[in-house]
């Protein structure tokens, strides 16, 4: 295979370099004005980078808010059409998806609508993937950084032929398409056990000793600090069930940090952090935010349930059950459990050990059916484990054929395909 020196590093013979300005169409987006209610929640999906930072498919169809017609009108939004690839150009620069169907965006994108007869889209979104570092290299401004619209006009890359385009994003679409399978399977086994769990200890329909309904069939429910409950049950401290092991977390400093060099997942303010055996974390536990973001817009906390070997920074809590309570059922009692009361901090929200402690749950005084429910579960989360690690495989082997796809490193003919 025959290579030649660019602008953008060596790159086969046939391939050439142009700026994206000449392969689509760079449009901006913008907000209405939030004090006319009139702009707002109509049928216009509005995209902001916001709605991309946990977003784990490459269509989006919609964004946590919409605006109106009337609204798209009378801001600097534009109506994107579907295969528009939408990059986040400042706060943070980089996010990417593809428009699922006719979306807008708020003024922190750079959107690129592509001509199919120069560049697919699949192919430009994977690279400007590749290209994000150099995306933020080139960004401007003292508050924060932004690529303006011109810089990504001007911004260069490879151009394969159309066809080794297609074929290099086909590679790598088959695995996101198994990694989006597995996230939405994982979505909804995570939904089955929610449902059995509220169903049982929210709504208090578990199953009576004639395999009934109880609170339908007539179970006889009394009074608490928290409401009708069900007889037997009582109000009880998140503490007596739960063990707090943030003891355990020992930081390093960022000079001990990259004397390492065995990774494991680490959990906190970055991605990873490096391995030493006194500070491992090993087996199944309930993160909770401990300051910061650590609660969502209903009030509920944020979680992450993980297991196998990682680290925890001291933003978050580290969760265990006690006695025989499983940490899915943690997991999902804390899902079912607004948190806002103990959140503490005007500036800097945060919820301490003594107020997690002192959270009031209502729980069945026999433990058998909280067994029960762990028990009925535990497939979904076996299966929930086995998907995400799978992910991570795939997502690991994407990464590393992502450069080398992208620089003509790797190339399998096309007419192979």
């Not at 680490?266 to 090993?282: C, Q, R």
Request: with cysteine; charged share 25%.
């Amino acid at each position: 295979m025959r290579m030649k020196n660019s602008e953008v590093g060596m790159i086969p013979n046939h391939w050439r370099v142009d700026e994206i300005g000449h392969v689509g169409k760079v449009v901006g987006g913008g907000t209405p004005r939030k004090s006319i209610d009139e702009y707002w929640n109509g049928n216009v999906p509005w995209i902001t980078p916001k709605d991309l930072s946990n977003y784990r498919e490459r269509l989006i169809y919609e964004g946590s808010r919409s605006i109106s017609q009337e609204g798209l009108e009378n801001s600097s939004a534009k109506i994107l059409p579907p295969g528009t690839v939408l990059l986040s150009s400042r706060a943070p620069i980089g996010y990417l998806a593809i428009a699922g169907t006719n979306v807008c965006t708020n003024q922190g994108f750079k959107s690129i609508i592509c001509d199919k007869r120069k560049v697919d889209n699949l192919f430009l979104y994977y690279l400007l993937m590749e290209k994000k570092e150099a995306l933020i290299s080139i960004a401007g401004g003292s508050t924060f950084k932004e690529v303006s619209g011109k810089l990504v006009k001007q911004f260069k890359i490879p151009i394969p032929p159309l066809d080794e385009q297609k074929y290099i994003s086909r590679i790598l679409s088959k695995l996101d398409d198994k990694i989006e399978i597995n996230n939405r399977i994982n979505h909804h086994l995570e939904a089955m056990a929610q449902a059995i769990f509220k169903h049982w200890f929210v709504d208090f329909e578990f199953p009576n000793e004639n395999g009934e309904p109880y609170k339908s069939s007539g179970g006889e429910m009394t009074e608490s600090e928290l409401g009708l409950i069900p007889k037997g049950w009582r109000v009880r401290n998140l503490g007596e069930i739960i063990e707090v092991l943030d003891s355990k977390r020992i930081p390093l400093s960022k000079k001990e940090r990259s004397k390492r060099k065995n990774c494991y997942p680490y959990f906190g303010a970055t991605g990873l952090m490096d391995y030493v055996d006194d500070y491992l974390f090993g087996g199944t536990y309930v993160l909770l935010g401990e300051d910061g973001t650590v609660i969502d817009e209903h009030g509920f906390p944020v979680l992450q349930y993980v297991w196998g070997k990682f680290w925890v920074n001291n933003h978050a809590h580290v969760l265990k059950g006690k006695s025989n309570i499983s940490e899915e059922f943690i997991l999902m009692l804390l899902k079912n459990t607004s948190v806002s009361s103990i959140v503490t901090g005007a500036v800097q929200p945060k919820i301490n050990q003594r107020n997690l402690r002192s959270l009031s749950v209502v729980l069945p005084v026999n433990e058998t059916l909280i067994k029960q429910y762990s028990k009925d579960v535990a497939q979904c989360f076996l299966l929930i484990k086995g998907n995400i690690e799978q992910t991570k495989r795939l997502s690991a082997l994407r990464d590393t054929l992502l450069p080398k796809l992208m620089s003509g490193e790797i190339r399998v003919p096309v007419e192979e395909s």
